[in-house]
């Protein structure tokens, strides 16, 4: 679970509402990591052979909506961008 759209909401309250509602513990193959680019590149640093990363929501949009203004976004970039540093042997699991 990740942020997305917060406008004016506080990310971390976002989550708080909807973890009751999730049938998970975290870390249970189950993750809050409320920095939309870091859970996007812990799920590909877990990530097997055969596994599927779905980023739901975000992928065709190019701006994100923070609590403080819009910020230009796009999940496909920092997918690319995070995959890019794997080949390169710049993040080390």
């Known amino acids: 679970m990740t942020q997305d759209d917060d406008y004016s909401e506080d990310t971390i309250e976002i989550i708080?509402?909807?973890m009751p509602w999730i049938n998970r513990k975290q870390w249970d193959d189950f993750y809050v990591i409320p920095d939309r680019k870091d859970a996007i590149r812990q799920a590909l640093l877990?990530?097997?052979?055969w596994d599927v990363v779905l980023l739901a929501?975000?992928?065709a949009e190019q701006s994100m909506i923070t609590n403080e203004w819009v910020i230009e976004w796009s999940d496909k970039d920092v997918v690319l961008e995070i995959l890019k540093d794997l080949d390169d042997n710049?993040?080390?699991n």
């Open 16 to 18: 708080k509402d909807v």
């Open 46 to 49: 877990i990530a097997k052979k």
């Open 57 to 59: 929501w975000k992928w």
């Open 90 to 92: 710049k993040i080390i």
